[in-house]
């Protein structure tokens, strides 16, 4: 199976800054997506990027993706305390299947 | 409901013994996946459902794990002689289509404990 490791594994900033989380995977994918889940909760989808695409945004998002290295990028723009929340990369489970791999996340913590 | 939901929140139970969880995935949503979550870790993908089928079971770790689908809607998981390495939180997922730009919809999940 294939999976992505986020990186870091964990990251402080006050309000008002960016948020950089980094995503590396081992095989070729054709999308990798971004989730975020809040303390005690669900996993909440933020993002697909497909394997043709270089960058995409949704609001204060930003993904980049680079397949040439087998990376991905989430950048959060002007940060929000409610943007505290553990987030990670997916990628397809297997070639032939639709389910997702998840790495251990990057854990965002944001101080008002 | 809008989302999906899973019952109970929470299951403390001892070693050795059975126990069945239960998912509810969102409404018209054909595709139901399993992970298992340990702290601090991601999700670990157990098992997916096309329906009332399994279309792929190799996240489950052993036989005393077993999952079912019969009406192709709700879901149980059903983990037998429970051991404490089974701690974890169990995740239920639903997706309107399969496939592989399809993005998860998620439960809050059932917090298992094994004593």
């Known amino acids: 199976s294939q999976q992505g490791e986020e990186d870091p594994q964990a990251l402080s900033i006050q309000e008002g800054e960016n948020a950089t989380m980094n995503c590396s995977y081992k095989t070729s994918i054709n999308n990798l997506q971004w989730y975020r889940q809040n303390s005690g909760r669900g996993l909440v989808h933020l993002i697909l990027?497909?394997?043709?695409?270089r960058e995409k945004h949704s609001g204060r998002l930003r993904v980049t993706l680079d397949t040439s290295k087998k990376s991905s990028s989430l950048l959060i723009t002007a940060s929000r305390a409610a943007d505290t929340a553990s987030y990670f990369c997916a990628t397809p489970y297997s070639n032939s299947g639709y389910a997702l791999n998840f790495g251990k996340g990057t854990s965002l913590l944001v101080t008002p | 409901g809008a989302g999906v939901s899973q019952t109970p929140s929470n299951k403390v139970t001892e070693k050795g013994k059975y126990v069945e969880l239960r998912c509810d995935p969102i409404s018209g949503h054909t595709a139901l996946y399993w992970y298992r979550q340990s702290l601090g870790q991601g999700p670990e993908f157990l098992i997916y459902f096309q329906g009332t089928g399994a279309a792929d079971d190799s996240g489950l770790p052993n036989d005393r794990f077993f999952a079912v689908r019969p009406e192709g809607s709700v879901s149980t998981l059903k983990i037998q002689r429970t051991e404490r390495g089974d701690s974890a939180v169990y995740l239920c997922?639903?997706?309107?289509?399969?496939?592989?730009?399809?993005?998860?919809?998620f439960g809050n999940g059932t917090r298992l404990t094994v004593t």
């Open positions: 997922a639903s997706s309107f289509n399969p496939g592989q730009n399809s993005p998860l919809h």
């Open positions: 990027i497909r394997s043709n695409e």
